[in-house]
């Protein structure tokens, strides 16, 4: 549908009746040219502060690569945000582990996983994908490979982390928890002035997980998808779901096939469900959430129940959107 049309089935017939965040929202791209400008948006509503400074950034000249590079940085150097970077929860041996992966227009990948005493595991993923023959390292070979870069090492663990660690000891039940206090991983996409796209998506993955347990989150297709011609898609929650369903490149490829962002992140969320429907696995405690971006600026995401949300940055402002879901 054409921007005008779209206006005149709200019954608003003067462009810019809505604002460019409302017709994001609605599926619609922010310029009927489908000259979207330089965006961005992010999972939860920490991508507020991430989303702007990646949109600023473009507004100076930076790239898609470098405004997405820079946004996910902010939420790893805090250390209140407990479950990226910097204070992310520990595994269940109280080892912070990460998880991240970086993706270009081209289709340059880089990922680290399992990745021990880094805070910019998003810079890490980039530095695989630009100096290393590879596309992915693990573990303590991503460890060496940092600082063999230059990366600086420290301790991730911070003492509130490692007080629930201690707290969770006690019992040691491993449970996934949805919307762990309303946020979880960051996963971000960039659309630049140039109409190039880019991803990232980082984390500590699921807390109190068992040592060397690697998520969606640096999986290029299930935590993080992009093709310069079509679109991009990012993921967060339920990661083992999200893998086993090859989330993003999922969504991805329903945009590819025709389908709105919007209506790409529902079928995607309702292929988990029907894997779980088809396992006969319960799916009571768990949460899966995908947004996506098309190259003429047009967003969505879903996510399979309530508490997700995510921020989407245009040139009218940022707006923090709640994510529609599957099931009550
Ligand atoms: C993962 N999707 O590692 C990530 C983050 C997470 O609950 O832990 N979500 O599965």
Known sequence: M????????????????LTSNQL??????????????????????????T???????????????????????????????RSVGLGGRPDRDGRVTLDACIMDHLGNIGSVAACEQVVHVSSLARAVMERT????????GATQFAREQGFPMQNLLVSESEAEWKKWLEKSEYKAIPNVENHDTIGQLTLDSEGRLAGCCTTSGMAFKMHGRVGDSPIIGAGLYVDGEVGAATATGHGEEVIRTVGSFRVVAAMK??????RACEDAVREIHRFFVRRGKPWADTQIG????????????????????????TKDGVEVLPGPFMIA
């Open 24 to 49: 994001l929202a609605a599926g619609q791209p922010v310029a009927s040219d489908g000259a979207a400008g330089a965006m961005s948006i992010g999972t939860w509503p920490f991508a507020e502060h």
């Open 51 to 81: 989303t702007r400074a990646a949109l600023e950034a473009m507004k100076k000249g930076a790239n898609a690569l470098d405004a997405v590079e820079l946004g996910v940085k902010i939420c790893e150097a805090d250390p209140r945000e």
């Open 133 to 140: 023959p590879h596309v992915m390292l693990v573990g303590d």
């Open 290 to 313: 995908f947004i996506a971006m098309d190259v003429q600026g047009r967003v969505g995401g879903f996510a399979l129940r309530p508490g997700f949300s995510y921020a989407v940055a």
């Open 2 to 17: 054409k921007r005008s049309d779209f206006l005149k089935t709200l019954g608003l017939g003067a462009v810019g009746a």
């Open 257 to 262: 096939a025709g389908k709105s962002p919007q």
